[in-house]
């Protein structure tokens, strides 16, 4: 999608009318869920749990529509993924018809509706077979239909290659970029249920730790769980080791609010933002000009400070090139950065433990790769990712340095 107009800007559900056009050929199949017979030599497989606010749909293709459902509901999904020779990591390949074809297409191979005691039964099971037992918690943004969701977070489980348990918590949204109104109301109605989700995922005894990973405006419903869990308990579970926010759809006084009503004790929060993200321009817009958390400066004033004095680490990823037109998705789309992810959750550490700052580690896969292909290209990647995080921001002047001395050998006679 084309940013707006610099100098006749149009009134907001006309730029939202021109977002949707921007996301037309990423619009979901129906039916595509339903499993098909079996899966190809080198697929990938993820198994997920799925916990929903969502209605049971009309369509039991659908599984789940948009609506908001009276309570909880769950279920449990084995998405199988193409072969790597057949496709591009950070890109969720729908079928062009359903039944998909597990050579080329996301696909599922398993779809069950179950109820609460058989989807305990299935957490228990599973996280005492993952490697220190660790769990990742997925909640995404707006404009998602159910199979988005299932297939975008088995996308990010699989290309991250973290030995994780992979939980789905999915709110009810349309699935319509003219719905934003709603999505952030069913966002908002769906904050106790998350809440209640991860502190039943927190009390298992064979849980290790939980990461939580928000994208968009899935980031306030996640923020008011754990505001609600501390002020309930007067503590955030201690399980919950991290908490990473990719492009929060967030007002800043907001987040700053909750932050501190989660008090000292809380996890350790990491916040992906891009300066050029387009769908939170569009919201800022919606929101009376307000700042949009996933789209500030942090090397400008007062969030430098303030970010610093709580602790929170930050990526920023303006400029990352990953093939997304609105800039918004940049934590899924990137197969470096996504990778990271993997290997940090992977460690059981949060992403400043390391001895080297996940900065460095960006900088240094797409610096890797402008070398792999004897070009500059990869350099003009990393250079935008910076990180407010002090491992990193010690190294990148040398990382300047050494970059600056392999450009002038390159055109040197």
Not at 310 to 315: E, K, M, N, R
Request: charged letters at 20%.
């Amino acid at each position: 999608m084309p940013p707006p107009c610099p100098i006749h800007r149009p009134p907001w559900p006309l730029a939202l009318v021109v977002l949707g056009v921007g996301l037309a050929g990423c619009a979901s199949s129906r039916g595509a869920l339903l499993p098909v017979a079996g899966t190809v030599p080198g697929a990938g497989k993820v198994d997920m749990l799925v916990a929903t606010t969502r209605m049971r749909a009309a369509d039991p293709g659908d599984f789940f529509s948009g609506n908001r459902g009276p309570e909880l509901s769950f279920a449990e999904f084995t998405v199988s993924i193409p072969p790597e020779a057949n496709r591009r990591q950070g890109e969720v390949q729908w079928p062009q018809k359903v039944p998909g074809n597990p050579a080329t297409d996301f696909v599922t191979l398993k779809a069950d509706v179950i109820d609460r005691r058989q989807a305990t039964a299935w957490f228990h099971r599973t996280v005492r077979t993952v490697p220190q037992r660790r769990v990742l918690v997925f909640i995404h943004g707006f404009n998602n239909r159910f199979d988005d969701a299932v297939f975008r977070f088995a996308q990010i489980v699989h290309d991250a290659d973290a030995p994780v348990v992979p939980v789905l918590f999915t709110w009810p949204s349309r699935g319509s970029i003219l719905a934003y109104g709603y999505d952030s109301e069913s966002n908002t109605y769906s904050r106790n249920a998350l809440e209640s989700t991860l502190r039943t995922l927190a009390s298992d005894p064979a849980v290790g730790e939980i990461s939580v990973l928000a994208h968009s405006l899935g980031n306030w419903v996640t923020l008011e769980a754990l505001r609600q869990m501390a002020i309930r308990d007067g503590r955030i579970a201690p399980k919950i080791r991290n908490v990473l926010l990719a492009a929060p759809d967030v007002n800043v006084d907001l987040f700053r609010e909750a932050i501190l009503d989660m008090g000292r004790n809380r996890p350790s929060f990491t916040l992906f933002v891009s300066q050029d993200d387009r769908a939170l321009a569009i919201s800022r817009r919606i929101w009376g000009d307000t700042a949009r958390l996933g789209a500030i400066d942090p090397e400008r004033e007062p969030y430098r400070t303030d970010l610093e004095r709580a602790g929170i680490t930050v990526l920023n990823l303006s400029g990352l090139r990953t093939g997304d037109p609105l800039n918004h998705s940049r934590f899924a789309r990137s197969p470096e950065v996504v990778r990271i992810i993997g290997r940090e959750l992977a460690e059981g550490q949060t992403l400043t433990d390391s001895r080297v700052g996940v900065g460095d580690r960006i900088i240094q896969v797409t610096a890797g790769a402008a070398s792999a292909v004897g070009t500059a290209a990869g350099l003009a990647i990393s250079a935008p990712v910076a990180v407010i995080d002090p491992r990193t921001r010690e190294n990148l002047g040398n990382y300047a340095d050494d970059i600056g001395r392999n450009l002038s050998g390159a055109v040197s006679p």
